[in-house]
């Protein structure tokens, strides 16, 4: 049996993760959004913080593809544009990742300057380490963590390659901050969804 949230973390930890809920819960989405919402809902209320944050990783990821397909499809309403399928053309161009979506939209003004430079850095603090299995990076990225250990490790004369992040760092990282980084995704999302 899995315990919720409410059983497992102490009460700022659960009044955050219930600001969380009551915020997802008010965002209306069509298409695929909507069942990564329903699944970060779960996983917020089981207490999964690892998975909470996969999941409002991929969200922003779908939202921003999604808002992207919008506007590709209002700027091409000729009679070719009929035969080609937004979606799939932007799936199958590998150049065009999350960034540069994401830089197109600020052009665009859907995204204003500050939003944009928070989506991506939400996605190279998240998406990359996390979605990768890179907990090295994640840690890294989020914490001072590994630069307190180069520095231990410089003063006390060990070997720097000896320096690298366990389960426990991990698991600190996490629970340190993915609630921040899960609640920047979804601001960003409210943001674009209105």
């Not at 600020?106 to 928070?118: Q, T």
């Not at 190279?124 to 307190?148: A, I, S």
């Not at 600190?172 to 920047?184: G, Q």
Request: glycine share 6%; charged share 25%.
């Amino acid at each position: 049996m899995i315990r919720g949230f409410e059983e497992q973390f102490e009460k700022t930890t659960i009044r955050r993760i219930q600001s969380l809920l009551d915020r997802i819960s008010k965002i209306h989405f069509a298409g695929c959004a909507q069942y990564y919402k329903v699944e970060l809902d779960i996983c917020l209320r089981a207490g999964a913080l690892l998975g909470s944050l996969q999941v409002s990783a991929s969200l922003l990821e779908i939202v921003v593809r999604e808002l992207e397909i919008n506007r590709i499809s209002k700027d091409n309403r000729s009679q070719e544009a009929m035969f080609v399928n937004p979606q799939r053309e932007l799936e199958a161009n590998r150049s065009k990742g999350f960034k540069i979506i994401v830089n197109n939209m600020r052009d665009a003004g859907l995204f204003n300057s500050g939003d944009a430079e928070r989506a991506i850095q939400f996605y190279d603090c998240v998406r990359v380490p996390v979605h990768h299995g890179l907990p090295l990076r994640f840690v890294e990225k989020n914490t001072q963590q590994l630069e307190e250990a180069k520095l231990l490790a410089e003063i006390f004369g060990s070997n720097l390659n000896d320096i690298g992040v366990g389960m426990h760092d991990f698991e600190r990282a996490i629970e340190d901050h993915s609630l921040n980084l899960i609640e920047t995704a979804i601001s960003l999302i409210e943001k674009i969804v209105k």
